[in-house]
């Protein structure tokens, strides 16, 4: 019988919720149900739910593609991924946030995690060790802690592996979970947030605040992007909250051409303290509503 519960559910996130929100959800469900850690009789069968879930919902190409035809699209004949994949209706590449080339096709300890994914880098992220699935040899991890711009942009690293320095090369785009392989060892990202910018997979959210002024006549306002500032116009007549995209203003994408884009949420300041004289103005302004349209 096919697994029809919906995925959105599956990871307790509505259907419109960023990749960031899809991968802190599936990160808190993996370690609340990981076999390893939780030894109720139905965590191994909620743990491959989560995964499961994750798997289309971090990806967005099979994101469209479940949105727009549910389960059916990947409930192909002979376990073949309509995206072009094997072993499995996803694939070994790719398993939650975490990524890697191993599939669960060997001796996995004893736990069939269903062909999605392997619960190595789970037991590296939550534990800080080894998986008990550990027959298979896997490349040693270190942990790097990057600045939000320094992920962005790329950057040259000294680090210390084994007590020798190294210097390590970090593309520009990665991002908290990449994997980078260096040399005989594996190196993941984490990364620190900026309070100035919200990163969605390759698109970069920034706020803008403007005068109510600014909002009803328009004009030019500075506002700081990962390139630096850049000035952009605002049209009159602006509402709180538009979004005006900024094409290819985003992250570089990550072994690859293009950038995503910026978009810039308006938040229009409403002022607190008026003299008589501003009160003045806004009343004259309101009783112009009654002689036209311009509300």
């Known amino acids: 019988m096919a697994d029809t519960k919906d995925y959105y559910q599956t990871l307790g996130v509505s259907k419109n919720a960023t990749a960031d929100e899809i991968k802190r959800a599936y990160r808190k469900l993996a370690l609340q149900y990981h076999p390893d850690r939780n030894k109720s009789k139905n965590a191994e069968a909620k743990f491959k739910e989560v995964t499961k879930a994750y798997e289309v919902l971090s990806n ?169 500032d850049l000035k952009i116009r605002i049209p009159s007549g602006t509402q709180p909250g538009t979004a005006i995209r900024l094409r290819g203003k985003g992250v570089p994408h990550l072994h690859g051409f293009g950038r995503g884009d910026h978009y810039v949420r308006i938040k229009v300041i409403i002022p607190k303290n008026l003299t008589n004289r501003q009160k003045e103005l806004l009343r004259e302004l309101e009783g112009e509503k009654n002689k036209s349209t311009w509300f």
């Open 60 to 228: 967005a190409q099979k994101r469209q593609t479940y949105d727009q035809f549910g389960h059916a699209a990947f409930e192909q004949a002979g376990g073949q991924d309509p995206f072009g994949g094997a072993g499995g209706p996803f694939g070994g590449a790719q398993g939650g946030p975490f990524s890697y080339t191993y599939t669960t096709g060997g001796d996995a300890g004893g736990f069939d995690f269903g062909g999605f994914t392997d619960p190595f880098e789970i037991f590296e992220q939550f534990f800080g060790g080894a998986s008990p699935f550990g027959r298979r040899q896997r490349r040693p991890a270190y942990s790097l802690t990057l600045d939000f711009t320094e992920a962005v942009h790329g950057v040259t690293k000294k680090v210390t592996i084994d007590g020798e320095s190294q210097t390590i090369k970090i593309p520009a785009g990665v991002d908290e979970g990449s994997r980078i392989r260096f040399g005989d060892y594996d190196v993941i990202i984490s990364v620190n947030p900026d309070s100035r910018f919200q990163r969605e997979g390759f698109d970069i959210i920034g706020t803008a605040e403007i005068s109510f002024a600014q909002a009803a006549l328009g004009g030019e306002v500075s506002i700081p992007t990962i390139g630096g």
